[in-house]
């Protein structure tokens, strides 16, 4: 690996946090953070900078990048951020400790949501920015991931990504990837600032509007509010943000599509047809279950259902009620969800539409050869057939995905109170997700969480994050050879 090349573009994205610490400190001031805080805040930003801009002075020269290197600056690159925006909260006093500052800088890079922060009310102004602002980087990192890095893995649901998408050329990086990821990052852009304008309609301030804006097109679902959601108490506001968190959770390449005057790419796509269908069967399912099992009116049964159900499937993570206290029925369901996600090529997290899609076909292809051996079935998506690596890939992708949420509850067992909050944190982080269920459910936090149990957790998230192989190929001794 070129280590020089990989810091030195890992340097800018110091530079870039940098800025936004800055941004951070700019919105503190106008609302009157305590000067402490301010002070810090303004520190952190200019050690970043100094450090970003130190590291960018020594690593300077041609750039040579192999799709290896792209490895490393994705994996080497999340984990300098989130170790770099755990500053603002330790120093500002936020969070003292530092692992646990890590643990939610990390969450929020990642998008995942889960939170160490009992009271976020508490938080100054600034730190709220940050947080929310951590998860709108993280959204907009993993839209570059999608496009130059994840093609070259073979995980399935890249592949096809990649014929929606711009992709890279065969070899290297090329020019090609940036102009593709500044489109879809003009896209993120805009759809962030229609978000931001639709909750200020919807009743919202303008901070917090512009702060769940960031979190929502991310699928991250850091609040302002400790209560999430349910604070506002506004079904404008719930249906703004499922349309955005349906958008973030969608393929960027097709909102690119739509808006170049192609609208009906959208149902022309198979895995956006399956994930849009699945979604209405699930908030459906979801509400019916809470009026035939509790005292909820239709009314409010189908308003928690559709809310909740598309928080989870699109790995964001916002609440409106303390769904612990629902059936069976309906936390299994939500169970399901969070372990799905969205499309590929979207910000949100989890096994990807896609894939499930592809299972579900290969699936049924094997019962219709159970019962005639020797008939000749495709897995087709639309009218393209699916290639055999590619279904070897996304089964594999699955399988390895189970092990390590299996490994991860063993692990998390003696952290937690039982195994119920030992196997969903471990789902949630690793989904991307944030709140799971019992000590870590929806009106709880991970604070208690022994520090052991958050660096696993911190792990899980970044795994997740990053679709597993971008991180496992790391610990090959294969990788690092010449």
């Known amino acids: 690996m070129n280590f020089r090349s990989v810091f030195h573009l890992i340097s800018y994205l110091l530079i870039v946090m940098a800025i936004g610490m800055f941004a951070s400190w700019v919105v503190g001031y106008h609302y009157g953070d305590p000067e402490m805080v301010q002070r810090h805040m303004l520190f952190s930003a200019g050690t970043v900078l100094l450090l970003g801009v130190a590291l960018a002075l020594l690593t300077r020269g041609p750039i040579h990048l192999t799709r290896r290197d792209g490895f490393g600056i994705v994996t080497f690159g999340w984990l300098c951020m989130a170790h770099a925006g755990a500053l603002p909260y330790v120093w500002t006093g936020s969070i003292a400790a530092p692992i646990s500052a890590i643990f939610e800088s990390m969450s929020g890079f990642t998008a995942t949501g889960s939170t160490i922060v009992p009271v976020v009310e508490e938080l100054p102004f600034s730190i709220l920015f940050w947080r929310a602002l951590t998860q709108w980087f993280g959204g907009l990192g993993i839209l570059v991931l999608c496009v130059a890095i994840l093609p070259f893995l073979g995980v399935g649901g890249m592949q096809i990504y990649r014929a929606e998408a711009t992709g890279p050329s065969k070899d290297r990086l090329t020019p090609r990837i940036a102009e593709t990821a500044k489109l879809l990052w003009g896209v993120y852009f805009l759809l962030t600032v229609l978000c931001a ?257 958050k660096i696993i957790l911190t792990l899980y998230m970044l795994l997740g994050r990053l679709e597993l192989y971008t991180v496992l190929v790391l610990l090959f001794p294969s990788f690092w050879k010449k």
Not at 381 to 402: K, M
């Open 197 to 453: 304008l639709f909750l200020q309609w919807a009743g919202m301030s303008w901070f917090d509007a512009v702060c769940h804006s960031f979190t929502t097109l991310a699928t991250g679902g850091f609040s302002t509010r400790t209560a999430s959601i349910a604070a506002f108490e506004s079904v404008a506001v719930e249906g703004v943000m499922i349309v955005f968190m349906l958008l973030g959770s969608l393929s960027f390449a097709l909102h690119y599509r739509a808006l170049t005057g192609r609208p009906l790419s959208y149902f022309r796509n198979p895995e956006c047809r399956f994930f849009l269908g699945l979604w209405l069967a699930g908030c459906l399912v979801l509400g019916f279950t809470l009026i035939n099992n509790s005292h909820t009116s239709i009314t409010e049964a189908l308003r928690d259902g559709f809310f909740q159900c598309t928080t989870m499937m699109t790995s964001s993570g916002f609440v409106t009620r303390d769904y612990d206290l629902w059936p069976s029925s309906s936390r299994f369901l939500l169970l399901v969800m969070m372990v799905m996600g969205g499309c590929a090529g979207s910000t949100a997290g989890g096994l990807k539409a896609i894939r499930m899609f592809v299972l579900i076909k290969k699936a049924m292809r094997e019962l219709r050869l159970y019962m005639r051996p020797h008939a000749i079935v495709q897995v087709k998506l639309g009218r393209r057939t699916i290639e055999s690596d590619i279904i070897s890939n996304i089964t594999s992708f699955f399988v390895i995905y189970i092990l390590l949420w299996a490994m991860g509850t063993l692990f998390m067992t003696p952290f937690t109170p039982d195994l119920w909050t030992a196997g969903s944190s471990i789902i949630a982080v690793f989904s991307n997700i944030g709140p799971g269920f019992a000590a870590v459910g929806p009106v709880q936090n991970y604070a208690d969480i022994p520090n052991i149990g």
